[in-house]
Nanobody, 122 residues
């Protein structure tokens, strides 16, 4: 089974940046839509960003992060990244790497990482 392992989370001040990474094992990500969801305490998970299957430049973002977050993939490293700039307190939450098999976009998600905490405060 595909495994997704996130890294790069942490605690930062508003306006600062973080770069999340997610590395897959067990299968290549080339033909998977891959992306990131997040969940604040007591809230439903929401899709944050997605990069289309077999694409390096077709991306989608939730409105609240447009212009601040950038998703990218490196197929050679079997890794997806989320560059998060100008972070706000409302970005705080657990971020999950996701992969969707047989989907152009991040719907019908089949695989989830364990999640990594991002805290933006002060």
């Amino acid at each position: 089974q595909l495994q997704l392992v996130e890294s790069g989370g942490g605690s930062v001040q508003p306006g600062e940046s973080l770069r999340l990474s997610c590395t897959a094992s067990g299968v290549t990500l080339e033909n998977y839509a891959i992306g990131w969801f997040r969940q604040a305490a007591g809230q439903e998970r929401e899709g944050v960003a997605c990069i289309r299957r077999s694409s390096t430049d077709m991306t989608s973002y939730v409105d609240s992060v447009k212009g601040r977050f950038t998703i990218s993939r490196d197929n050679a490293k079997n890794t997806v990244y989320l560059q998060m700039n100008s972070l706000k307190p409302e970005d705080t939450g657990v971020y999950y790497c996701v992969a969707a098999d047989g989907r152009n976009w991040c719907s019908g998600v089949d695989y989830w990482g364990k999640g990594i905490l991002v805290t933006v405060s002060s």
